[in-house]
């Protein structure tokens, strides 16, 4: 064992610690969000927007990550610079970034995952609750904001750190398509100084604490949403 | 959209090597499964029944694999293995030699899904109320008929969602012996995409082919599990 190589690489490795967690905070944030539409549509939409909504999450769950990612970064990759003008736009600096679309495909496949969950969320909603807000007069609209949304949230809740971790344990493959991420900063360690195990340790140890982290967080938020058994 | 006519020619043309891809995921994935649930009936029996050592190192197993990165994982005990082995040879006073891609992803993968097969299997045979086996027991059963008439079919109908989850996580995860360089699917359409530069076409088509192996699999489980779960009332 030699870990003489640490302090010459620390700063890339609190950049990849960097670079892990904003990847994982987008794509949690972000997906969540696009996960709210997409469980609700499937309970009460339209049929095209719950076949669309379920055919999302299907294609999302039934396929690796690994392949979504290279799609995007390999297909939308190759396109997006065939678009006239756009190497002068201000979005090229991202566009040409392998972070961008590790950070597209794990918000999209967060959202995919989380989206059927959400689904089961709505579903689990008692409905005397629903017909109840309702019968006060509040419109649909009302009713989701103050009542179906809030109950659904609490339900995902304690499955949330779960997804969360999981979602942790994804941000690996953004190494692959050049983000030099928790995981890449130990790839390039390796390159560099030939040591094959110490930079693979050294990485599992800090994923170890994050996913400690993660729990924690979550055992913190659940016990600040009041919960009557 | 992005598929135009010539491109499904050279979707044609690499059809061999996309299908012998997928082929090689399916076998990946099937190996790995058997060997993961092996580990993971041991597994479970060692942390149901087992001393307080094997119990500390079943524990340790299963939650330092279940909370690495699975990438990582892979990576790691790529190395180590194919190095450990070397090693072994060398010290045995045999020639270091190449390891075969196909075994070490066999061996790395199935080894990672043990600590999720251990879980689910744990909790498969804690679900069985304990009272059958205890009057198995008192029937004077041996371990090994108690397990192949009473623990294994009452465990199924609980086993199966999780096994069913397993199955479909594997199929996803070979695509990850990829990046150690073992050509399956994800890595035999990376190279098609790359030296055709059609690359929105072959990811699509790897996706569907993924897409397929996922949907037939989960008809497959649905099946199982009315089988296992047959002359139980039904749920819901």
């Known amino acids: 064992m030699d870990f003489s ?5 620390l700063p890339m490795i609190i950049e990849g610690i960097g670079l892990t967690l904003a990847l994982l905070v987008i794509s949690i944030f972000i997906g969540f969000l696009l996960a709210v539409p997409i469980g609700l549509v499937q309970v009460t939409g339209p049929r095209w927007l719950k076949w669309m909504a379920s055919g999302f999450c299907t294609v999302i769950r039934g396929t690796p990550l690994l392949v979504q990612l290279w799609l995007l970064y390999y297909g939308l990759g190759s396109f997006f610079p065939q678009i006239p003008g756009i190497r002068d736009s201000f979005m090229w600096p991202v566009l040409r970034e392998g972070f961008f679309y590790a950070a597209l495909a794990f918000t999209l496949s967060f959202a995919g995952y989380e989206g059927a969950i959400m689904k089961g969320a709505f579903l689990s909603v008692p409905k005397g609750e629903l017909e109840a807000a309702r019968a006060f007069g509040m419109s649909p609209w009302t009713v989701l904001r103050r009542i179906w949304l809030p109950r659904a949230f609490r339900i995902v809740l304690p499955t949330l750190g779960g997804e969360t971790i999981l979602q942790l344990k994804a941000t690996p493959l953004a190494a692959t398509v050049t983000v030099i991420e928790l995981y890449g900063a130990s790839y390039q360690i390796r390159q560099d100084t030939y040591r094959v195990y110490e930079p693979l340790l050294m990485v599992a140890v800090i994923y170890l604490a994050l996913t400690y982290c993660i729990t924690r967080l979550f055992n913190f938020i659940e016990r600040q949403v009041p919960q009557r058994r | ?16 090597n996309l299908l012998s891809g997928a082929i090689s995921t399916l076998q990946i994935s099937f190996l790995a499964y058997v060997f993961g649930l092996s580990l993971g009936l041991a597994g479970a029996m060692g942390k149901l029944t087992g001393g307080k050592v094997l119990k500390g190192i079943l524990e340790v197993y299963t939650t330092v694999i279940r909370s690495l990165p699975e990438l990582l994982l892979i990576v790691m005990l790529f190395y180590l293995g194919t190095d450990m082995l070397n090693r072994l040879m060398l010290t045995l006073g045999y020639e270091a030699m190449r390891i075969n891609g196909f075994a070490a992803a066999v061996v790395v993968l199935g080894f ?4 999720y097969a251990t879980e689910v299997l744990r ?19 041996s371990p090994f008929l108690l397990f192949r008439r009473i623990i294994l079919p009452a465990m199924l109908p609980y086993a199966i969602p999780g096994l069913s989850n397993l199955w479909l996580n594997i199929t996803k995860d070979s695509a990850l012996v990829a990046v150690v360089g073992y050509s399956e699917l994800a890595l035999q359409t990376k190279q098609a995409a790359g030296s055709t530069k059609a690359y929105f076409t072959f990811f699509v088509a790897a996706a569907l082919l993924y897409l397929i192996i996922s949907m037939t699999s989960l008809r497959i489980f649905g099946a199982l599990e009315n089988y296992v779960r047959r002359g139980q009332p039904k749920l819901g």
């Open chain 1, 5 to 9: 190589w640490f302090p010459k690489y």
């Open chain 2, 1 to 16: 959209m992005f598929i135009a006519a010539s491109n499904w020619e050279l979707l044609w043309q690499w059809k061999g």
């Open chain 2, 112 to 115: 990672v899904m043990g600590a």
């Open chain 2, 123 to 141: 909790g498969a045979i804690q679900a069985i109320p304990i009272g059958q086996i205890e009057a198995a027991k008192a029937y004077g059963m």
